[in-house]
């Protein structure tokens, strides 16, 4: 739902060159925006206008309603009625940059969603945020399944988070100047992002793993399910059965090297 833009380390702007990272996600029920300013026939002394008019996006619910056309949209996999209002409108302090936002009302309720890009049209906007619920699934799995932010990495040389410290204070990597230790932040750094991408590559395989027909009737017969599945095994049960197996092939070689090296380590 989003791509990237620029180059790592350096600033996002307009008049910057290469690709975007565009957002969609959800607005507060107070949100206010602004039209573009209207150009004035005569022109006047001063700074020129940077906005227009106020807009009270929560009150076009109430005030215009009948500006919301209707449409079918994909919602959680079926096909829902929505009724929406486009808008795009000029968003921020002293920046103002314009933001489509997308008023929605489905089934009773009303949200205001926004896009940082203007190319898509509102259904397609709807579409995208209606997803995060699959991202937010895939989350879960990967903490539950591979342990993919279990991560436990901490260097001596970064000064622990303080929660309740000032806006004024300095921040805690600002204080470090020695190339060492700045050096010891980097690796910590990069060893969490390499067991994130590990455990998502043992994450990738439990999901290919699982689609396989071929492990569906094996899978099936090992344990009890409440609920069984009508299509495909879960990754958990693809992670309990690797599991097994691997459990059950080093009780059967007890003599090779990996069973070997796995003792000699939990004797220690």
């Keep these: 739902m989003g791509r990237e833009h620029g180059q790592y380390g350096k600033p996002f702007n307009a008049g910057t060159k290469g690709k975007r990272l565009e957002l969609v996600t959800k607005a507060k029920r107070n949100c206010i925006a602004y039209e573009e300013p209207v150009a004035e026939p005569i022109k006047k002394r001063g700074r020129p206008k940077k906005k227009g008019d106020t807009v009270y996006l929560w009150k076009q619910f109430t005030e215009d309603p009948d500006s919301f056309p209707e449409a079918f949209v994909s919602i959680y996999g079926r096909n829902q009625s929505v009724r929406y209002k486009c808008m795009d409108l000029l968003w921020g302090q002293k920046l103002y940059q314009k933001l489509r936002f997308v008023l929605v009302e489905y089934d009773g309720q009303r949200s205001i969603l926004v896009s940082t890009d203007l190319t898509p049209t509102a259904v397609q906007i709807i579409e995208l945020y209606s997803r995060r619920f699959c991202i937010e699934n895939c989350f ?3 903490k539950q399944q591979t342990g993919a932010f279990c991560y436990h990495f901490w260097t001596k040389t970064l ?3 303080n929660h309740f410290k000032k806006k004024e204070a300095p921040d805690a990597l600002q ?4 190339l060492k230790a700045q050096r010891k932040i980097i690796e910590k750094v990069q060893s969490i992002e390499v067991f994130v991408q590990i455990s998502c590559i043992a994450f ?3 999901q290919l793993l699982a689609v396989q027909e071929a492990t569906e ?3 099936s017969t090992l344990f009890y399910t409440r609920t069984k599945s009508k299509s495909r095994v879960s990754e958990a049960r693809v992670r309990w059965y690797m599991g097994w197996q691997i459990n059950h092939l080093l ?5 090779s090297f990996i069973t070997k090296f796995i003792r000699e380590r939990q004797m220690k």
């Design 140 to 142: 879960r799995e990967m």
């Design 217 to 219: 009737g094996d899978l």
């Design 204 to 206: 990738g395989i439990l």
């Design 159 to 161: 000064e622990k988070l």
């Design 175 to 178: 204080k470090v100047t020695d």
């Design 251 to 255: 009780l059967q070689h007890p003599d």
